[in-house]
């Protein structure tokens, strides 16, 4: 960068909230850019605490984020499968992008513990006057395909009583995954303005698959699916979770969005049919939708299967 564009560039004024903070700095050539943006490919964040399955709950919760904030105009972390930053851009170009009107998002998230005396309850939960809050400090790094040179960067933070709930009764996101949402929302609004949508995208859950590396389980299909749903949405009834495991379905719907237009409704079990491409991933399935098109899908309800898809939706809104 030269030395009078170093001068220039614009830090923008920290946004305050009770349960977190943010700040976007935005360097100056990257505005042109901007407008040009297309997509989003969410990386695999890297977490500086926890275990394995706190990584893999914040890279769902990474690629929810982005994939809201783009109203479906993303690739996430489960679709990489180990892919290297060189072979992106081929990635990126056989799911049907532009590279070179392609970011990516990369976030690293650390977290301290504190003793505190007088704030609230952050879920409303009943507790003494004196608890352990968790702070997540995240920040969150803007790349073009296939390139290592940050553009871009937002940090954030929030706080968490140790044992609450990662999301409130209300449906509010606390702690990390309220410092990763603020953090890809001002992303998505700084660098890809071009993404923000009022659309209604579909809330869609989904049934992980079995690790590459995992070993024959011995216990029978529909626990070995609810465990691994579990891991991945702590926060959700059990209800859908069972009913998800249960099935042979790869989806379960908790809003339909502009999937209403096809008769689809909350609580929906969904899956790809031969006749349509086989989908690797709800972001496959709302890319799709994003473009307005609903792949073939069939739909169990109430023990009933009925089929939708190859339908063009109205794309107004965005």
């Not at 009078?4 to 360097?27: R, Y």
């Not at 603020?182 to 609004?189: F, L, Y």
């Not at 309800?301 to 089929?307: D, I, K, S, V, Y």
């Amino acid at each position: 960068m030269r030395p009078a564009q170093l001068l220039a560039v614009l830090t923008l004024p920290t946004v305050m909230g009770s349960c977190g903070s943010s700040a976007v700095q935005l360097q100056p050539e990257t505005q042109a850019l901007a407008l040009t943006i297309t997509a989003v490919v969410a990386l695999p964040p890297e977490l500086d605490f926890g275990q394995a399955a706190e990584q893999q709950r914040a890279s769902r919760r990474m690629g929810d984020s982005v994939l809201s904030a783009t109203g479906g105009r993303a690739i996430i972390a489960e679709e990489l499968k180990g892919v290297q930053v060189p072979q992106m851009p081929a990635l990126v170009r056989s799911l049907g992008e532009d590279p070179a009107r392609v970011l990516t998002f990369s976030v690293v998230a650390g977290r301290s513990d504190r003793v505190d005396f007088s704030s609230p309850p952050l879920s409303g939960a009943p507790r003494g006057p004196m608890h352990v809050v968790y702070d997540y400090n995240v920040r969150l790094e803007v790349r073009r395909v296939g390139g290592h040179e940050v553009i871009g960067s937002i940090d954030t933070a929030a706080g968490a009583v140790v044992g609450d709930a990662e999301v409130t009764p209300s449906g509010e996101s606390i702690g990390l995954p309220k410092a990763i949402d603020d953090a890809v929302r001002k992303a998505v609004q700084t660098y890809a303005p071009g993404l923000v949508t009022r659309a209604v995208l579909p809330r869609i859950i989904e049934l992980p698959p079995p690790a590459a590396d995992a070993k024959p389980v011995a216990t029978p299909v529909t626990v070995d699916r609810l465990r691994r749903v579990q891991l991945l949405y702590p926060e959700r009834p059990a209800t859908e979770l069972v009913a998800l495991a249960s099935s042979q379905a790869r989806f379960l719907v908790i809003t339909p969005g502009s999937l209403a237009s096809v008769g689809i409704l909350a609580g929906d079990l969904l899956g790809a049919t031969s006749a349509g491409p086989a989908l690797t991933s709800r972001a496959h399935l709302l890319r799709m939708v994003a473009r307005g098109t609903v792949p073939a899908l069939y739909v169990e309800r109430q023990g009933e299967r009925f089929l939708v898809g190859q339908t063009m939706l109205a794309t107004s809104g965005r």
